[in-house]
């Protein structure tokens, strides 16, 4: 009598199950747009970052004269 071949399936991560619904429910060009969307915020985001780091820089500059 021989042991039935066993058979291991990883379990996909909410991320990975989330992207797999994605991916059925949009059209290629609705996930662009989304793909897009997130990279403008990202962009947006390392914008305000280096406006904040330049006026303490110009602050600091005005504060020695």
Known sequence: MQAAPVRA???PS???ALRAVESLLMSSG???ARRNAWTSV???R???KD???AQ???EQAAGRS
Do not use: G, H, P, S
């Open 9 to 11: 399936t990883a379990i």
């Open 14 to 16: 909410f991320t990975d």
């Open 30 to 32: 609705q996930r662009t």
């Open 42 to 44: 990202l962009e947006d």
């Open 46 to 48: 390392r914008r305000a």
């Open 51 to 53: 406006r904040v780091e």
């Open 56 to 58: 303490r820089v110009l």
